[in-house]
């Protein structure tokens, strides 16, 4: 995509505060008509400056008030015939519903994962029965969230 203009960037501002907010309350804000933040919003969603749209839904009001970033370390070797150990880890986080973020990292460790658990008891059980009896996992280690000091998926634009 060609570089972003002032307007679209008021527009991806306003988008990220509100995924909601119409074309005709994104035309006020920026002085265009409804229908040029149409235009403009359709070219960001398809050069894929805009990714998606979604809800996002505090886990404390659904019962995950427990957040954990897991450092995690892989094994390096594997047999020949076996696939790489970080293939399978990469795909067996895609299927655990506590894992919301994982992030492969430079250093002493391989991923970062943000976990979202309902407690204690649930954190225990996804270590011992899901992570680290996986056969790619050499070793985690744990911190847990005491309070968020920031907290935001948008980007500066």
Not at 29 to 54: C, N
Not at 55 to 65: F, I, K, M, Y
Request: charged content about 25%; hydrophobic content about 40%.
């Amino acid at each position: 995509m060609n570089a972003l203009d002032k307007l679209d960037r008021q527009i991806l501002r306003i988008l990220q505060a509100n995924g909601r907010a119409t074309y005709d309350q994104i035309g006020e804000q920026v002085s265009l008509s409804p229908s040029a933040v149409l235009r403009r919003v359709k070219r960001l969603e398809e050069s894929g400056v805009i990714d998606s749209y979604v809800a996002l839904v505090r886990p404390e009001s659904v019962g995950w008030v427990l957040t954990a970033y897991l450092n995690v370390r892989l094994e390096k070797h594997t047999e020949s015939h076996k696939r790489n150990p970080m293939d399978v880890f990469r795909a067996s986080v895609q299927t655990w519903p506590e894992v919301v973020e994982c992030a492969a990292l430079t250093g002493d460790m391989d991923y970062l994962l943000r976990v979202v658990v309902e407690d204690m008891a649930h954190y225990s059980r996804f270590i011992m029965d899901t992570l680290l009896k996986h056969p790619s996992v050499q070793d985690c280690k744990t911190s847990f969230v005491l309070d968020r000091v920031k907290a935001t998926t948008a980007v500066p634009v």
